[in-house]
């Protein structure tokens, strides 16, 4: 038997990464998409430079993070302020929902305005951040907070000119916060050639993260990029940023991507001669769905039918409008024998309307989302997507689209867009150029011929399913849209129109037309 007191066994090596290395931990902001582009949120314990010009957000984005992390992850923060006074903070929050007295009188956040006149500050001596240790280190443990904001850091220095004082000091300010084992968020304001004023913070700083707004086609737009984030992996690219009543929204969503499941149900099109081009079986659950055409073609007829058929089946459709009211829609609709206003009335139809103008692209992108995601519907609608043209470029548009499509693909939700395109140009080609987006495209025409115009619909292409490879005539009735059987002559080619008329009466009694109907091609 052998003794085995008083041996220590050897401690186990805390588990690592899969490439050996330590993860770094992180605190997570709760602001949605920072957490996403930063793959998980600041570096935890360290000091995070936040700069950019006057009114890009820094102020607010720095505190909606002490904000979400004493509601939402129990870390308490302090908010030191060089410029604004308590009272401004507190009323600039209420404007993003944040109830800022509330929080403090519960001791999960401390405001403390430093009052820094430039005026008054001259350089005599040694600078010494001592006093700030001692003042921020008592509110630290006042409240044992675990978060900080020091806004904004040039009017700390802004008696200096010696480069080596300052750069000493603010490497010294970043160590002192390290030892406190506290989140910091430092802002900066940039300057010519710098991302801040004196083009040190951005050396120290372990995280650094860049906000811009700029006006664009008499259109404001935020902007966010990560410039260096050590130890950690993190997205590159400039992001859009909206700043609402909601608070701070990072697009796009990267981390969405395509980890989305592909259904193999189907949905009806609402059309019973548009199912059958499509196997008698419509759409797959999930898709994106594009429906392009002239002006006049049937597009929002289209629309209209499946929104009818998902109310039908008992599911939620949500209608985005970016030309007409939902009184408007309503009314054109029963025109054709569509009744949308008994779902309205259900509410199992809302129809969201807003001219695009009113908003930018990221504004109406988080819109979006919010609505989907409050009232969870199982179909979209958004007519017409083109419109978005209005205020933003074809590439920022294509990339909101993108974003947009992956988001109700991951919720299992198909979307139908309606893509309006220019008389004159090649009908399978799209204006915004987003059919490569899409699962299935359709594109309606208004063929004129014999002094008259005909509406035709074909199926474009339909991602792993049969489909017809016609083009066929559908015509507007009492009873909605109706597809018009295929009739063609003797030497092969369709008639439409009148001439399908007149080609049917020339037919004899009891003899079907040759060729009636047509074949069925593969995905």
Same mark, same amino acid.
């Given at each position: ?110 405001? &403390?305005?430093? %009052? =820094?006149? /430039?005026?008054? @500050?001259? !350089? ?7 006093? +700030?240790?001692? $003042? ?54 940039? &300057?010519?050639? %710098? =991302?801040? /004023?004196?083009? @040190?913070? !951005? ?7 860049? +906000?811009?707004? $700029? ?58 001669? =548009? ?14 769905? +594009? ?233």
């Amino acid at each position: 038997m052998f003794m085995t007191a008083g041996v220590r066994r050897p401690k186990r090596a805390p588990k690592r990464a899969g490439n050996g290395r330590r993860p770094l931990a992180k605190a997570p902001t709760g602001i949605p998409g920072l957490d996403e582009i930063t793959n998980g949120g600041l570096p935890r314990g360290r000091p995070t430079l936040v700069c950019g010009g006057a009114g890009c957000g820094k102020t607010l984005l720095a505190m909606e993070f002490l904000v979400r992390g004493a509601l939402e992850f129990n870390e308490p923060g302090v908010f030191m302020s060089f410029e604004e006074t308590s009272d401004d903070l507190v009323e600039n929050a209420r404007s993003l929902g944040f109830d800022l007295q509330r929080l403090a009188s519960r001791r999960r956040l401390l405001l &403390d305005h430093v %009052h =820094l006149d /430039r005026t008054e @500050l001259t !350089e005599a001596g040694e600078y010494d951040l001592e006093g +700030l240790f001692i $003042r921020l280190g008592h509110a630290i443990d006042s409240i044992h907070a675990k978060r900080v904001v020091l806004d904004t850091i040039e009017l700390l220095f802004s008696g200096l000119s010696d480069r080596l004082t300052v750069r000493s000091e603010l490497g010294r300010l970043f160590r002192w916060l390290k030892t406190k084992q506290v989140t910091a968020i430092v802002t900066g304001e940039g &300057d010519a050639g %710098h =991302l801040t /004023r004196h083009g @040190l913070e !951005e050396y120290v700083s372990d995280c650094v993260i860049l +906000l811009d707004q $700029r006006v664009m086609e008499q259109s404001a737009t935020r902007r966010l990029r990560i410039i260096k984030y050590r130890g950690s992996a993190h997205g590159g690219n400039e992001m859009p940023f909206l700043i609402d009543d909601h608070g701070v929204s990072v697009l796009p969503i990267t981390s969405l991507g395509l980890a989305h499941q592909a259904s193999t149900a189907h949905v009806s099109t609402g059309v019973a001669g =548009l199912d059958a081009m499509f196997g008698k079986k419509g759409y797959y659950r999930g898709n994106s769905v +594009l429906a392009s055409g002239t002006a006049g073609t049937g597009k929002s007829s289209v629309a209209a039918h499946f929104a009818q058929a998902a109310c039908r089946r008992g599911e939620r459709c949500l209608y985005f409008a970016f030309e007409e009211s939902a009184s408007q829609i309503a009314r054109n609709m029963r025109s054709i024998g569509v009744d949308l206003e008994p779902w309205m009335r259900r509410d199992l139809l809302r129809v969201h309307s807003q001219r695009p103008t009113a908003l930018g692209l990221e504004a109406h992108l988080v819109a979006m989302h919010r609505l989907i995601e409050d009232w969870r519907p199982r179909v979209v609608i958004v007519d017409p997507v083109t419109n978005m043209i209005a205020v933003g470029s074809e590439t920022e548009v294509k990339a909101m689209l993108a974003r947009l499509i992956d988001f109700m693909k991951l919720r299992q939700i198909t979307a139908l867009f309606t893509s309006l395109t220019e008389g004159g140009r090649a009908a399978e080609r799209t204006d915004l150029g987003v059919s490569s987006l899409m699962d299935v495209w359709m594109v309606l025409g208004n063929l004129e011929a014999n002094g008259e115009r005909n509406r035709t619909i074909q199926i474009v292409k339909a991602r792993g399913m049969a489909h017809s490879n016609q083009v066929r005539e559908f015509v507007m009735t009492n009873d909605g849209i109706k597809l018009v059987d295929v009739s063609r002559r003797i030497d092969g080619s369709v008639a439409i129109g009148s001439a399908r008329g007149a080609q049917q009466r020339e037919t004899p009694a009891g003899k079907a037309s040759p060729r009636r109907g047509g074949r069925r091609k593969g995905a």
